[in-house]
T-cell receptor
Framework: GESVGLHLPTLSVQEGDNSIINCAYS??????FIWYKQESGKGPQFIID?????DKRQGQRVTVLLNKTVKHLSLQIAATQPGDSAVYFC??????????FGTGTRLLVSP | KAGVTQTPRYLIKTRGQQVTLSCSPI?????VSWYQQTPGQGLQFLFEYFSETQRNKGNFPGRFSGRQFSNSRSEMNVSTLELGDSALYLC????????????FGPGTRLTVL
């Protein structure tokens, strides 16, 4: 499949562990943030989003935390599974403006 | 419902040629965005169309252009191809634009020789 990044930071975890992927965003005025998952050979897949008027949002096995003071976003994955292995991107946008993606983090889950 | 489709999936061109890529959004979605993905630069925004109008444009040269048709299908064109244009070109559709959930297609892998 296509390579999405040859020099991405990598997080290696064991199956069943909790994973935390961090992201520093660039625009303090951004009001919408999204986490995407990209598997080899596929386009990015939406995981969870959060608006700037919130600091935490939970989904199924995933939680996104937003710290606007330090412009930091994190994605927590509970009970990580081998199928979670992928590259994870954070993205930010302001209103209808373009989506700006972070550089990505590769998550490797070993059984 | 059917997802975002992109054609062709793979393309090989030579320097100086031009190329047209196509994207069919999810039915009912009026916003289509295009992105370029490379190992060195990551995912970069090219442009976004909504109801046949370009609303936003990224920092790419004028060789990169696009359009959207009345049925929301979109095309992007790259003229006078350069080696550095080799990339995965991704299309994403959404109901309103980048401020709500975008659904990505599988991409078109363009190789310029």
């Amino acid at each position: 499949g296509e390579s999405v990044g040859l020099h991405l930071p990598t997080l290696s975890v064991q199956e069943g562990d909790n994973s935390i992927i961090n992201c520093a965003y660039s625009n303090s005025a951004s009001d919408y943030f999204i986490w995407y998952k990209q598997e080899s050979g596929k386009g990015p897949q939406f995981i969870i989003d959060i608006r700037s008027n919130m600091d935490k949002r939970q989904g199924q096995r995933v939680t996104v935390l937003l710290n606007k003071t330090v412009k930091h976003l994190s994605l927590q994955i509970a009970a990580t599974q081998p199928g979670d292995s992928a590259v994870y991107f954070c993205a930010e946008t302001l209103g209808f403006q373009k989506l700006v993606f972070g550089t990505g983090t590769r998550l490797l889950v070993s059984p | 419902k059917a997802g975002v489709t992109q054609t062709p999936r793979y393309l090989i061109k030579t320097r100086g040629q031009q190329v047209t890529l196509s994207c069919s959004p999810i039915s009912g979605h009026r916003s289509v965005s295009w992105y370029q993905q490379t190992p060195g630069q990551g995912l970069q925004f090219l442009f976004e169309y909504f109801s046949e109008t370009q609303r936003n444009k990224g920092n790419f040269p004028g060789r990169f252009s696009g359009r959207q048709f009345s049925n929301s299908r979109s095309e992007m064109n790259v003229s006078t191809l350069e080696l550095g244009d080799s990339a995965l070109y991704l299309c994403a559709s959404s109901l309103r634009g980048p401020d709500n959930e975008q659904f990505f297609g599988p991409g078109t892998r363009l190789t310029v020789l």
